[in-house]
């Protein structure tokens, strides 16, 4: 497993994380999501991801009851917070009183004194982004909190962001996660150019695009009983035809390579020097083994240019 430096920071994590979303404490059994753990610790990973909307903290605690098992010093763990807790008028957004709440929740799920990354989940127009920030930078002055990070900010929200924690020396953000895989690269215009210039690194998620790059999916009309495109309908919706065509290319040109398709798309993915780490979820170990091989797969100009013709 090879390690990359978070963005501006000097943490380093591992080029493939494992998350958490759709996954732990949700429709995968128990028995494989500690097991998918535990293969991932032993392959390297060092990079762990959950969230405390998932599943309403059932991930959480899934996640921190698993990781009792290795040194607190040996992983990175990343939450976030933002979403939907409750039902009443503060149990969501990015106000100082929901994040203060939520982080305190999130650590008693987790069974852990601090977090190494807490993200805010999404942009909250409702709240003073001064707020947001103050109440973030308490955390990490209370040793709460070790780095501070956004989940699918705009370039210039994450400007704004900067400029507000320069003016006020509170800590800066260091680390954004949004989508990105082969079929939706929106980052590339904005969000990377401005990761690079101001020392905010990407852990992207969707690497595999719900599992289309992972090349299982035959047929849009037909999709496999046991799958998460034939679980939940909007993953269903994304499987195309024409994106399947362009999945079967890329796995004849992974077939050539001697690497699976999942593995090209994510090591497409890691070309991108301003991405720290690209998140994978897993509902069996075997997955989570299969994917950690992508780490260090280097693809040439070539390659990459025959990417591209495929994916026009």
């Given amino acids: 497993m090879i390690y990359r430096k978070l963005g501006g920071s000097g943490l380093k994590v591992s080029e493939i994380s494992l998350g958490s979303w759709l996954t732990y404490g949700g429709y995968v059994e128990r028995e494989n999501a500690v097991k998918s753990i535990h293969t991932a610790y032993d392959l390297g990973i060092n990079f762990f991801d959950t969230a405390n909307v998932y599943e309403r903290g059932a991930a ?4 921190g009851e698993t990781i009792k098992a290795f040194p607190r010093d040996s992983y990175v763990l990343a939450t976030k917070v933002f979403g939907q807790m409750g039902d009443g008028p ?3 957004g ?3 009183k929901h994040i203060i709440e939520q982080c305190n929740a999130s650590l008693q799920r987790l069974g852990l004194d ?9 942009h909250d127009p409702e709240t003073p982004l001064h707020e947001t920030l103050r109440a973030i930078d308490d955390l990490v002055r209370q040793g709460k909190v070790l780095y501070v990070g956004v989940s699918e900010w705009t370039a210039a929200q994450m400007s704004e962001a900067l400029g507000i924690a320069d003016r006020y020396l509170l800590d800066r953000i260091v680390v954004n996660q949004p989508v990105y895989n082969m079929f939706d690269r929106y980052i ?12 905010i690194g990407q852990v992207v998620f969707s690497p595999l695009a719900q599992g289309l790059l992972t090349g299982k999916y035959k047929s849009a009309a037909n999709l496999p009983p046991d799958s998460r495109a034939a ?8 499987i195309t035809e024409e994106k399947l065509a362009k999945v079967n290319a890329m796995s004849d040109l992974a077939a050539e390579l ?6 090209l798309a994510l090591a497409w993915i890691l070309r991108q020097p301003n991405v720290a780490s690209a998140l994978v979820g897993a509902s069996r170990p075997e997955q989570v083994a299969e994917n950690a091989k992508a780490s260090g797969i280097v693809l040439s100009e070539e390659v990459r240019s025959q990417i591209e013709l495929i994916l026009e």
């Fill in 114 to 122: 601090y977090i190494d990354i807490y993200y805010c989940h999404r």
């Fill in 90 to 92: 503060n149990d969501r």
């Fill in 231 to 238: 679980k939940l309908e909007w993953v269903g919706k994304g």
């Fill in 60 to 63: 959480e605690k899934l996640l």
């Fill in 94 to 96: 990015l106000s100082r």
């Fill in 188 to 199: 590339e215009k904005e969000v990377i150019p401005f990761g690079e210039r101001n020392g």
């Fill in 258 to 263: 001697d690497i699976t398709v999942g593995q």
